[in-house]
Nanobody
Framework: QVQFVESGGGLVQPGGSLRVSCAVS??????MGWYRQAPGKERELVAQ???????TYADSVKGRFTIFRENAKNTVYLQMNSLKPEDTAVYYC???????????WGQGTQVTVSS
C-alpha cells in the first residue's frame, strides 16, 4: 500500500522560507497535492502538480509557494517563501484525481510561522 512521509517542517519567522518534502513509498501518483490543516479548520488543498508538471495553487499561497516533484526519488516538495502567520498548519501530501484523495494520510509535518 502506498504511504506518504512528510518532513521538513519547523518554526520560522514571518517573511522566512521553508521547504517541506513528501517521500512516497510505492508508486507515486500521476497527480500529487500538498494540503494543510490549521487548528480548528478543515484540511485544504494548497498546491497540486500533474504528471506533466503543470501546477495550480490556492489563491492564498499563489506567488509564494512552489510545488515540484522528483519522480526518480518518488518525492514531492513544497517550497514556501514569504511565510505568514496564517500559513501555520500541519502540512500533508497525497495523490489526487479529480479532487478526490487517493491514498491514506501520513503524519504530516508541522509548520509554525511566528516571531
Amino acid at each position: 500500500q502506498v504511504q506518504f512521509v512528510e518532513s521538513g517542517g519547523g518554526l520560522v519567522q514571518p517573511g522566512g522560507s521553508l521547504r517541506v518534502s513528501c517521500a512516497v513509498s510505492g508508486s507515486i501518483f500521476a497527480a500529487m497535492g500538498w494540503y494543510r490543516q490549521a487548528p480548528g479548520k478543515e484540511r485544504e488543498l494548497v498546491a497540486q502538480i500533474s504528471s506533466g508538471r503543470s501546477t495550480t495553487y490556492a489563491d492564498s499561497v499563489k506567488g509564494r509557494f512552489t510545488i515540484f516533484r522528483e519522480n526518480a526519488k518518488n518525492t514531492v516538495y513544497l517550497q514556501m517563501n514569504s511565510l505568514k502567520p496564517e500559513d501555520t498548519a500541519v502540512y500533508y501530501c497525497n495523490g489526487l484525481a479529480r479532487g478526490v484523495v487517493l491514498g491514506p494520510w501520513g503524519q504530516g509535518t508541522q509548520v509554525t510561522v511566528s516571531s
